[in-house]
């Protein structure tokens, strides 16, 4: 059974750094290589938008164009976590941010599609103040 565990959120001013982290288990082994993990994000009246994903059988990174250049995604393969180093941070990136992961077969060429994910956590709240 596959379960996501976030954490690293709270509250930062404009300008700030804060680091996210997802513990993931069910995945084990070569498993890793067919999956695709990453960083969604919901405001509220928002539909869940991909913020930055990692396919570990590419090696393929994707990120939003809003975060491209301020976020980096990384995995520790050691520690089945599964990180978001956000730099930079601006009001407009508060939101609920939750971990996601699935088989690279379901993703099927669109990792930044919430819908395409079956597996969540519960959520980590960041709240950028101006």
């Known amino acids: 059974q596959v379960q996501l565990v976030e954490s690293g959120g709270g509250s930062v001013q404009a300008g700030g750094s804060l680091r996210l982290s997802c513990l993931v288990s069910?995945?084990?082994?070569?498993?890793?290589?067919?999956?695709?993990m990453g960083w969604f994000r919901q405001r509220p009246g928002d539909d869940r938008e991909g913020v930055a994903v990692?396919?570990?059988?590419?090696?393929?990174?994707n990120y939003h164009a809003s975060v491209r250049g301020r976020f980096n995604i990384s995995l520790d393969t050691a520690k089945n976590t599964v990180y978001l180093q956000m730099n930079r941070l601006k009001p407009e990136d508060t939101a609920m941010y939750y971990c996601a992961a699935d088989v690279t077969q379901n993703i099927m060429g669109w990792p930044l599609i919430s819908t395409r994910y079956r597996h969540w956590g519960l959520g980590t709240q960041v709240t950028v103040s101006s």
């Open positions: 990692f396919c570990l059988g590419s090696g393929s990174r």
């Open positions: 069910g995945y084990t082994g070569d498993a890793l290589r067919s999956v695709c």
